[in-house]
C-alpha cells in the first residue's frame, strides 16, 4: 500500500488521522491490528513504540495488557489519551512523550511484548538497529515483537511498480511536511539479525507491507 508514504501528512493533523489512515488504507490496517494485537495476554506488560493515536495501544489494553505507549508527537498522544479515556482503559495504560531514542532508559527485561505499528519506517537505519538492540534487551526471555510495517518488495517488479506509485506521493508528502516515510530494505533479515525468532511473517500482495511477529530466545 503505497499510501502510507501519505501518513506523514495526516500526522501533521492528528485530529484527522485515524479518519485519513480508515481512509487511505481502505480499513484493511485494523485487521492487521486486530492479528497482532491477538497475541498480548491478560496481565501482560506490553510497549507501544510510535503509538500515535493509540491504535494498538488501545487494542492491547481491551485485551488485558498494562500498556505503555511512547510517542515524540504530544498531538498524537492528546488524542490517543482522549481516545484512552473515552473507553475507560486509562488505569492499563501510561502515555509518555518519548523517542526511540530513549529505550535505553527501560529496564532489560522488563516487558512481555513490544509493538511497533508504522512507526519504524519513520527511523533512520542507524535508529533502527538501536531500538531493535534494545528492544531485545528490554524484553522478557521469550517475549514478543510485533511489528507492521511497510517494506521495500523483494520481487524486482514489485519494486519497480511500487517505487513508481510512491514517487509523486512521497513528492507531495515531502512537499507539504517537509518529512517523509522510508519503506524499510529487508526487514524480516535485520530483526533475525538482532537475535529474534521469526514466528510468522505476513506480506501483502504487492509485498511493500509485512506483519512480523518474532519472539525472543528463552522463557
Ligand atoms: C504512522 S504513525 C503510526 C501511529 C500508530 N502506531 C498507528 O499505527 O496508528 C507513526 C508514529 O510514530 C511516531 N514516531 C516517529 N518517530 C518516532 C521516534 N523516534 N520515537 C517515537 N515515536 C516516533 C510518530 O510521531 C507517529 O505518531
Known amino acids: 500500500m503505497p499510501s502510507y508514504v501519505l ?33 498480548i495476554k491478560p496481565g501482560q506488560r506490553v510497549l507501544d513504540i510510535g503509538c500515535g493515536t493509540g491504535a494498538l495501544t488501545i487494542r492491547a489494553a481491551m485485551r ?38 530513549e529505550l535505553d532508559t527501560e529496564a532489560a527485561e522488563s516487558y512481555d511484548a513490544v509493538m511497533a505499528g508504522l512507526c519504524f519506517s519513520e527511523l533512520s537505519e542507524d535508529e533502527l538497529c538501536y531500538a531493535l538492540r534494545e528492544i531485545m534487551r528490554i524484553l522478557k526471555p521469550g517475549g514478543l515483537l510485533l511489528i507492521a ?34 519503506a524499510i530494505k529487508n526487514l524480516p533479515e535485520k530483526v533475525e539479525g538482532a537475535g529474534f525468532i521469526m514466528e510468522s511473517m505476513r506480506l501483502s500482495r504487492m509485498e511493500d507491507f509485512v506483519e512480523i511477529v518474532a519472539r525472543k530466545p528463552g522463557g
Open 149 to 182: 510495517d511497510e517494506v521495500v518488495p523483494r520481487n524486482p517488479l514489485k519494486r519497480v511498480i511500487t517505487l513508481l506509485i510512491r514517487l509523486p506521493l512521497l513528492l507531495i508528502a515531502y512537499l507539504l511536511t517537509q518529512t517523509t516515510t522510508r
Open 64 to 101: 488485558g495488557a498494562r500498556v505503555k505507549a511512547i510517542d515524540i508527537n504530544p498531538r498524537m498522544l492528546e488524542i490517543a489519551g482522549k481516545k484512552i479515556e473515552e473507553v475507560a482503559l486509562t488505569h492499563r495504560v501510561e502515555l509518555c512523550e518519548m523517542g526511540v531514542a
Open 7 to 39: 501518513m506523514r501528512i495526516l500526522e501533521s493533523s492528528p485530529d484527522r488521522y485515524d479518519r485519513g489512515v480508515r481512509i487511505l488504507t481502505l480499513g484493511r490496517l485494523e485487521g492487521v491490528y486486530e492479528r497482532l494485537a491477538s497475541r
